[in-house]
């Protein structure tokens, strides 16, 4: 049920206006047709009743020579008078609609006056109310209720007048141009609750786009402070939080920066010292701890000022990306290839992605012995495939090689070179990018790193 759903906010709230307006009018619109039918009842009834006390008088105060005359003229489609020597056989009724036209009647007419009133049902035969019309109905609405209203009285020369009156029908409610009616103000409801949600949904999309932007690039420029009293609250606090991150990268490197300088001071000095020793085993052994130690320190150095470097996004073609970093390595005489690939091209930044990339190379070459690269194009994302033919990681290890430092004993060795940042500063740029690194064991034997960029995030496009 929940896939049926709407998944954004916007279709979220567009659908919960219109049901609660759909809900609203269906309730209205019942409640209106209630109150239409007892008004029509009611006017009908009342201009039925003077309609008949009218003729009355009138009839009762003619000579009894005009009086058919006047009966013929007076019958229509929707009254019927007829005048008798004998009483017609009409149940006398107690009710508002009698007490009406009795006050309307003198009061010798008043004296034997009998009225009825007709349920709801079919119109009688012969009776048309000039109010209802085919343009009225709706095919699907059943048939209107109809009333009638039968009254008989005792003119003053002893014959009998007896009114046959159609009340004008209830139509059903769901007709032609209520229907015409509700789709306008449909239309314009569904416009002007678009345009609403629209208006306070699209701040949010603009956070969203701003927070992937900020996760990308610290330093993207900060965002428009504009729109209701809460998105503009949003929005400062937004930028106030990018100024901070900024502040305490900078903050950081600084620090690194000056450690560095720090440690290699002292570390300058122990170098002097250690090589005006005599030679020995022990001498060397130490030079290659103080190189150690300055490597690791200059490589510390270098990944936080990655993290904090910021480049211009531009389009490139990842897989002549690749193609150029294997060649360069190959004409240096290393061991790396690459398969074919179908042009791709995405916005990054190049130089970034091509040392994270450079970097899963180069770990393939020293720990699997060469390397084969390949790019795969999809329609959602740009993968970067690098095997090696070497021993592998351990499964459990998967994982924990992307940490600063941390170097496997048994296949890592030290004296293979770095200082275990590599890996560490692939996954940070891939990341900024939006994009993940997954390593993982072949069945044939080796690693294999997946480099992922997504083409939401990265904005694939078709080839220059």
Same mark, same amino acid.
């Given at each position: 049920?929940?896939?049926?759903?709407?998944?954004?906010?916007?279709?979220?709230?567009?659908?919960?206006?219109?049901?609660?307006?759909?809900?609203?009018?269906?309730?209205?619109?019942?409640?209106?047709?209630?109150?239409?039918?007892?008004?029509?009842?009611?006017?009908?009834?009342?201009?039925?009743?003077?309609?008949?006390?009218?003729?009355?008088?009138?009839?009762?105060?003619?000579?009894?020579?005009?009086?058919?005359?006047? $009966? /013929? #003229?007076?019958?229509? =489609?929707?009254? *019927? &008078? @007829?005048?008798?020597?004998?009483?017609?056989?009409?149940?006398? !009724?107690?009710?508002?609609?009698?007490?009406?036209?009795?006050?309307?009647?003198?009061?010798?007419?008043?004296?034997?006056?009998?009225?009825?009133?007709?349920?709801?049902?079919?119109?009688?035969?012969?009776?048309?109310?000039?109010?209802?019309?085919?343009?009225?109905?709706?095919?699907?609405?059943?048939?209107?209720?109809?009333?009638?209203?039968?009254?008989?009285?005792?003119?003053?020369?002893?014959?009998?007048?007896?009114?046959?009156?159609?009340?004008?029908?209830?139509?059903?409610?769901?007709?032609?141009?209520?229907?015409?009616?509700?789709?306008?103000?449909?239309?314009?409801? $569904? /416009? #002007?609750?678009?345009? =609403?949600?629209? *208006? &306070? @949904?699209?701040?949010?999309?603009?956070?969203?786009?701003?927070? !992937?932007?900020?996760?990308?690039?610290?330093?993207?420029?900060?965002?428009?402070?504009?729109?209701?009293?809460?998105?503009?609250?949003?929005?400062?606090?937004?930028?106030?939080?990018?100024?901070?991150?900024?502040?305490?990268?900078?903050?950081?490197?600084?620090?690194?920066?000056?450690?560095?300088?720090?440690?290699?001071?002292?570390?300058?000095?122990?170098?002097?010292?250690?090589?005006?020793?005599?030679?020995?085993?022990?001498?060397?052994?130490?030079?290659?701890?103080?190189?150690?130690?300055?490597?690791?320190?200059?490589?510390?150095?270098?990944?936080?000022?990655?993290?904090?470097?910021?480049?211009?996004?531009?389009?490139?073609?990842?897989?002549?990306?690749?193609?150029?970093?294997?060649?360069?390595?190959?004409?240096?005489?290393?061991?790396?290839?690459?398969?074919?690939?179908?042009?791709?091209?995405?916005?990054?930044?190049?130089?970034?992605?091509?040392?994270?990339?450079?970097?899963?190379?180069?770990?393939?070459?020293?720990?699997?012995?060469?390397?084969?690269?390949?790019?795969?194009?999809?329609?959602?994302?740009?993968?970067?495939?690098?095997?090696?033919?070497?021993?592998?990681?351990?499964?459990?290890?998967?994982?924990?090689?992307?940490?600063?430092?941390?170097?496997?004993?048994?296949?890592?060795?030290?004296?293979?070179?770095?200082?275990?940042?590599?890996?560490?500063?692939?996954?940070?740029?891939?990341?900024?990018?939006?994009?993940?690194?997954?390593?993982?064991?072949?069945?044939?034997?080796?690693?294999?790193?997946?480099?992922?960029?997504?083409?939401?995030?990265?904005?694939?496009?078709?080839?220059?």
């Amino acid at each position: 049920m929940t896939r049926l759903l709407p998944r954004t906010l916007f279709w979220q709230m567009l659908w919960i206006l219109l049901g609660g307006m759909l809900v609203s009018h269906v309730i209205g619109s019942w409640i209106y047709a209630n109150n239409r039918a007892e008004a029509v009842r009611a006017v009908g009834g009342l201009a039925a009743t003077q309609r008949i006390a009218n003729l009355a008088r009138l009839i009762d105060e003619t000579p009894p020579a005009w009086r058919d005359r006047i $009966v /013929a #003229a007076a019958r229509d =489609a929707t009254l *019927r &008078v @007829t005048l008798s020597a004998r009483p017609p056989p009409i149940d006398d !009724e107690d009710g508002p609609v009698r007490d009406y036209l009795a006050a309307q009647l003198p009061l010798a007419l008043a004296r034997n006056l009998r009225v009825t009133v007709v349920p709801a049902g079919p119109p009688r035969p012969g009776f048309h109310h000039p109010m209802r019309g085919p343009w009225m109905g709706f095919w699907m609405a059943p048939p209107p209720p109809w009333h009638a209203l039968d009254a008989t009285m005792q003119l003053s020369d002893g014959q009998w007048l007896s009114f046959d009156a159609g009340l004008p029908p209830v139509e059903p409610l769901v007709s032609w141009p209520f229907i015409a009616a509700m789709a306008i103000m449909t239309v314009i409801v $569904v /416009a #002007a609750s678009a345009w =609403a949600v629209r *208006r &306070v @949904t699209a701040p949010l999309g603009m956070m969203s786009a701003a927070a !992937e932007r900020l996760g990308r690039d610290v330093n993207a420029p900060p965002i428009a402070e504009a729109g209701s009293l809460e998105m503009r609250q949003a929005a400062q606090s937004f930028n106030t939080m990018q100024a901070r991150l900024q502040r305490v990268l900078e903050n950081r490197t600084r620090m690194l920066a000056a450690l560095s300088h720090d440690l290699r001071t002292p570390l300058t000095l122990l170098r002097l010292r250690t090589e005006a020793l005599p030679e020995s085993e022990e001498r060397e052994r130490m030079l290659g701890t103080l190189d150690e130690a300055d490597t690791m320190v200059g490589a510390t150095l270098s990944f936080a000022r990655d993290q904090t470097a910021s480049e211009p996004m531009r389009r490139i073609d990842v897989a002549a990306l690749v193609g150029a970093i294997v060649d360069d390595m190959a004409d240096a005489g290393l061991k790396v290839s690459m398969t074919h690939a179908e042009p791709a091209v995405l916005e990054c930044q190049s130089g970034a992605l091509r040392r994270a990339i450079g970097n899963l190379i180069d770990n393939a070459l020293k720990y699997g012995g060469g390397a084969q690269a390949g790019v795969e194009a999809a329609p959602d994302a740009v993968r970067i495939i690098v095997d090696d033919d070497g021993p592998g990681i351990p499964e459990g290890e998967l994982q924990r090689v992307f940490e600063p430092f941390h170097r496997l004993e048994e296949s890592r060795s030290r004296d293979t070179g770095g200082a275990g940042l590599g890996l560490s500063i692939a996954q940070a740029i891939v990341q900024a990018h939006g994009g993940e690194i997954v390593l993982a064991n072949r069945p044939e034997g080796g690693l294999r790193a997946i480099l992922s960029l997504r083409v939401a995030t990265g904005r694939r496009t078709d080839p220059p």
